[in-house]
């Protein structure tokens, strides 16, 4: 089955407790993505990755780290996390060479991380 | 500076009616793709419809329809025959193609409330 999987899905922590949410794709989309949800915000993007070593930052890129050494996974990484980081945060994978319906993103199902 | 709008929170429709949920955008990319998005409180993240700034047909899928106008600006969604199911949130996206580097922006967001 063609998926994007994300874990933990529920994660409580600490301030400053480094932590890293893991995403992985089966689809071998080159895009890849992070995306934090706060309400009245909509989604706004942390990090992008149009292929394996390249990556760029999206909106919202402080205090998050990403690596893409493999062309399936694009984990996240809070090294200091802070309680301002409290979120909802999806990947997102699609083919990102052209720009056509084919870049239809598909999302994981998402972590709901809180930061004490 | 690339921008999603989407100006209503919230709005209620009647069963087998007609909705429309708007979304204005500004870019000065010549390249761009428009999508929606349904969220259910479940909280997924489903793709429902896309069009590309070059494409001359407003896109269709299913019940699912884009009004798109670009000289406005505007990709409204247009959801023909609500059912009960289609209470979600309802996002609106872009992506620029050329400078925006496939960059993807998300508005706030709409809620839908279908009423029996």
Redesign the interface.
Known sequence: EAQVTQNPRYLITVTGKKLTVTCSQNMNHEYMSWYRQDPGLGLRQIYYSMNVEVTDKGDVPEGYKVSRKEKRNFPLILESPSPNQTSLYFCASSHGQTMTSYNEQFFGPGTRLTVL | AQK?T?TQPGMFVQEKEAVTLDCTYDTSDP???L?W?KQPSS???I?LI?Q??YDQQN?TEGRYSLNFQKARKSANLVISASQLGDSAMY?C?M?E?NTG?????????TRLFVKA
Not at chain 2, 101 to 109: E, L, M, P, V
């Open positions: 999603i989407q390249s761009y793709g999508f998005y909280g997924e993240m793709f896309y590309g700034s896109a996002f996206a992506r193609g580097g496939f960059k993807t922006i998300f508005g706030a967001g």
